[in-house]
């Protein structure tokens, strides 16, 4: 948890509380159904919660803003930035349902009022959205295929509206089609060793509207 309050230092108390409360929800589900990896449990705030946050470092949501987390697994990224944007509504989406149970359960425990699950595959949601968060599920072509045409109409002429995705490693092959990408690297925003590799892809698309 510390490492939380080492890169994001004007929490509230409700979202420490909240934060705090992540582990011993996750730790208890994970018993039950195992979603998240043995190793990733004992790093959980690492791993899943300052990784998850990494967008933030790259983008802030203006209140209001409606973000759609696809592929969400056991709920990463979008519980840690539903915690850190209390005013922006995350839809989660998976197409494995024990995945959502516990997604679900983690929502319930924590109180968290901003956040809607579905069990579906995203390419059958039909709604827009701001941004559309992910990470670790399709490479980049598969994935702007899915989410095309979901993104909705910017307010006040932000061109910034798109996809924001957590991945590692050299992108150049997979990215070479995407004039409008940028890459942030994560090693800029946190000292850890674990964010050496890790990156940020932003791709703004075009709006449906
Ligand atoms: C490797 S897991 C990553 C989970 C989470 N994003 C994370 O980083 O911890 C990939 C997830 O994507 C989901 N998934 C794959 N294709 C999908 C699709 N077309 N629509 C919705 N979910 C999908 C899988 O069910 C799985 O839970």
């Given at each position: 948890?510390?490492?939380?309050?080492?890169?994001?230092?004007?929490?509230?108390?409700?979202?420490?509380?909240?934060?705090?409360?992540?582990?011993?929800?996750?730790?208890?589900?994970?018993?039950?159904?195992?979603?998240?990896?043995?190793?990733?449990?004992?790093?959980?705030?690492?791993?899943?919660?300052?990784?998850?946050?990494?967008?933030?470092?790259?983008?802030?949501?203006?209140?209001?803003?409606?973000?759609?987390?696809?592929?969400?697994?056991?709920?990463?990224p979008g519980i840690p930035l539903a915690i850190?944007?209390?005013?922006?509504?995350?839809?989660?989406?998976?197409?494995?349902?024990?995945?959502?149970?516990?997604?679900?359960?983690?929502?319930?425990?924590?109180?968290?009022?901003?956040?809607?699950?579905?069990?579906?595959?995203?390419?059958?949601?039909?709604?827009?959205?701001?941004f559309i968060v992910s990470r670790a599920v399709?490479?980049?072509?598969?994935?702007?295929?899915?989410?095309?045409?979901?993104?909705?109409?910017?307010?006040?002429?932000?061109?910034?509206?798109?996809?924001?995705?957590?991945?590692?490693?050299?992108?150049?092959?997979?990215?070479?089609?995407?004039?409008?990408?940028?890459?942030?690297?994560?090693?800029?925003?946190?000292?850890?060793?674990?964010?050496?590799?890790?990156?940020?892809?932003?791709?703004?698309?075009?709006?449906?509207?």
């Amino acid at each position: 948890m510390e490492l939380i309050l080492k890169y994001f230092t004007n929490l509230t108390e409700d979202q420490i509380s909240k934060f705090e409360k992540l582990e011993s929800l996750y730790q208890d589900w994970n018993l039950k159904i195992n979603v998240v990896s043995r190793k990733d449990i004992d790093e959980l705030y690492l791993r899943h919660v300052l990784h998850s946050l990494g967008i933030a470092k790259v983008m802030g949501f203006s209140d209001g803003s409606k973000i759609l987390d696809v592929g969400t697994g056991g709920g990463f990224p979008g519980i840690p930035l539903a915690i850190l944007f209390p005013q922006c509504s995350f839809h989660l989406v998976d197409s494995i349902a024990k995945k959502l149970k516990v997604v679900d359960e983690v929502v319930d425990g924590l109180g968290l009022t901003n956040v809607k699950t579905t069990h579906s595959r995203v390419e059958a949601i039909d709604d827009t959205y701001d941004f559309i968060v992910s990470r670790a599920v399709a490479i980049m072509p598969t994935f702007v295929h899915w989410v095309k045409g979901k993104i909705a109409k910017p307010q006040n002429n932000d061109l910034k509206n798109g996809i924001l995705y957590l991945k590692g490693g050299d992108l150049s092959e997979e990215l070479k089609d995407y004039k409008t990408t940028t890459i942030y690297n994560l090693s800029d925003c946190f000292d850890e060793p674990f964010f050496e590799t890790k990156k940020v892809v932003h791709l703004p698309l075009k709006y449906r509207g």
